[in-house]
C-alpha cells in the first residue's frame, strides 16, 4: 500500500520529531479525556504511539492503529519499556472493525489523509452505537496561506509529501453532518499563532 509505505519510511523521523505546540497539544488532549472515561476506544492513525500513551489510562480500553507498519512497530516498542494498562497497537483502519467494538474514535492528524472521507466516515458511525462519539483534530489546508496550498502539489509530485486533502473546518463539519453526527461547535486549541488544527466532537445520534 503506497501509504502505508510512505509514513513507515516516516516514522523513525516522525517518532523524532518534537511537539510543536506543547500548550495547544495538552489543551486538546485535556478536552478529550472526559470523554473516555469508562470507554472502548479505538484510535485511528495513532503514528508512533505517545498520544495514545498519554490517552490510555484514561480509557476502559484503548486500541490504538495505524495503517503503517513502521510506526506501530515504535509504537509497540514504546509500550514494552512503558507499560500502560488497557492499551495496545496494531496495523490497522477503520475498515477492519465491526459495529459495537467501541465507545469512542479518537483520530488526530486523520481525517485529511483520507482517500475516501464520506466512505471512512460511515464506516465509524457505523461502528458506533448510538451516542457514540468520535473526536478529530484535523490539520485544515484548506484554511491555509496560499503559498502552502500551492506548495503541497509539487511536494507531493516528487514524493516528498503523502497524499491529503485541503479541507476546511467547514468541509469536515459538512462531512460529518452528512454521515449523521450531530457536530459540537469547532474548537481552536494552539497556544498563538494562526491555527490550522481544527478540534471537533462529532456525535452519533
Known sequence: MQDADFWSKMAPRYARAKIGDVAGYERSLHRTQPFLQGARVLELGCGTGLTAMALAPHAASYHA????????????GRLAETPVAGLSFAVAQAEDFGPDRFDVVFAQNYLHLLRDLPGTLAHIYALLPKGGVLIAKTPVLGQAPFYIRWLVPILQALGKAPFLTMVTAADLERALTRAGFACAPTEWHASSGRDLRAFIVARKV
Not at 492503529?65 to 509497540?76: F, W
Open 65 to 76: 492503529t495505524d495503517i503503517a507498519p513502521g510506526m506501530i512497530e515504535i509504537a509497540q
